[in-house]
């Protein structure tokens, strides 16, 4: 029996889920059928394993359904950032101004009330946390885009008290940053014996007569099987980044992602939408900069190692300083329209570097991310030869290559260089420090866009994860957790998103266990 195929596998990618013994035959489900459970957890990524792991803790059977050959979501392949609290009513004022009115107050509180317990959570679940160093922003490692120590939002009042960034270290060789969070949870799962069916597709939410949510179906070849939830339904299905119309409706364009593709379909939108919920957050996203290349579903991020650089549009006209872009934010500079012609003359941009700045390093970021086994060549030379960069000898011939106007690039550049060579602040205000004029040939250039880290939209839900109509009101028996429908409007402080999956998987344990 044939559930649902993945789609798509990375040919760079390893997940390691063998460790794990609770894993269900697809075959055992129509057993499953006859069985009911309290919870019935719908994805097995981080937000489902904490809230089936808080579940069963609280001595409730629990079931997580995951839609692919193994679990760990874009957990598995993430960062692994997780946001300390230093001050936590400060923390609450900060999040408050960065949801812009998009978010209640009672839905920060009890997300900052959940976070400065995440420690403790951890280490009763046998892990720990550590700091995780900051890098200095001009060690030239990755000077674009760049990642702020504190919040990505300095300037609104209370980023200190959002705490450091921290993570979970290795609990097995070579797995760091969100494979070692997931192997920690993964090592929850397997104590409390939680079973986790694979390949297994939730295609509806089962109602009674009250429009209670009373359980999930899944399509099958031999028909749909259902499988009752007596407490509740906990949605951590993800985000949407694969979806090409809900793309297109709330962001204006489908763009790449570095997530896995099959992982981020937006299932748990239509799922929730299906029986009544609310949407919101759904054109918010955490955003960088990265390459759409051929034969690769999935994006990789980029970076650029030297100052040598500029980033244009296609009138091959600089937009920003460059070197102040944060790393989830590209989505505000680069999707931009153009107010006369209606045009998205930023996506693609394009960055010009020249020899030195390609000699200086790698130009992708990939310590995590669907493609994050490409091995990326130090000196750029493997991905110049396949055509992912170009080259040329000169800035007319390097514009012709990537289809920018000739006089138009060499004019931004000369332009570029002469504020750096005369040390006058150029009109975006890039910092001196931040630059260097681009004068070595051969000269280079790229197509970049804005890649998805992680959509925030899906359905609203409360400060106790119900998930609500747009009457306000909650749909019995349905909770939310995770990615999907996060609290996170706009304005993203970065390492935000495990910490919520943290939080929000158990308090929507703890609410369906409780209402
Ligand atoms: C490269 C990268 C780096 C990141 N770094 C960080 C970081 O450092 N700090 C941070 O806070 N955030 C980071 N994020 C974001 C963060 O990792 C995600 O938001 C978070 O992991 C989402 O967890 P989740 O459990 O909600 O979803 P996921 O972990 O994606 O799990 C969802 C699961 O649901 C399954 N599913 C979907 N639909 C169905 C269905 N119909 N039926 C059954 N199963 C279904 C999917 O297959 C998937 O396995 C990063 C993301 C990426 C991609």
Known sequence: MTISEGRWVSPFDIEDSTSYSNYLPVEGLTALARESFDIVVVGGGGAGAVAAIEAADRGASVLIVEAMASPGGNTQISGGTIRLVADAPMAVEHLMHLAQGATPRAVMEAFITGLVEIEGWIDAHGGSLEIRPEKVDDSHDRVFPISRPGSSFPNYPGGDALGRRALVPPRREGRHNGAALWDLLAENLERLKIPLVLNARVSRLSTDEHRRVNGVEITTNEGPIHI??????????????????????????????????????????????????????????????????????????????DYGFVLVDQN????????????????????????ITGEYLRTPSFVIFDEQTRRAGTLAHLPHGANR???????????????????????????????????????????FNQSFDQQVTDRFGRSLNAMRSINQPPFYGAAVYPIIVNTQGGPRRDEACRILRPDGTPISGLFGAGELGSLWNRLYAGA?????????????????LTN
């Open 316 to 339: 091959s006209r600089r937009y920003l300083s460059e070197t102040d872009l944060e790393n989830h934010s590209a989505i505000f500079a680069m999707t931009a329209q153009d107010s």
């Open 373 to 415: 086994h490409y091995p990326w060549s130090a000196d750029n030379s493997v991905e110049i030869d396949r055509g992912w960069i170009q080259r040329a000898e000169t800035l007319d011939e390097l514009a012709g290559l990537l289809g920018l106007g000739e006089a138009a690039l060499t004019s931004c550049v000369s332009e």
């Open 496 to 512: 935000g998103n495990l910490s919520e999956c943290l939080v929000s998987g158990r308090l929507a344990a703890k609410s369906a």
């Open 228 to 305: 009752a939830a007596n407490r509740g339904v906990i949605l951590t299905c993800g985000g949407f980044a694969y979806d090409d119309a809900l793309m297109t409706q709330y962001y204006g364009l489908p763009l790449p992602s570095v997530c896995l593709p099959a992982r981020a379909t937006g299932d748990g939108v239509r799922l929730a939408a299906d029986v009544g919920a609310d949407l919101w957050h759904m054109n918010a996203a955490a955003c960088s900069v990265g390459y759409r290349l051929p034969g690769l579903e999935a994006g990789i991020q980029a970076k650029m190692p």
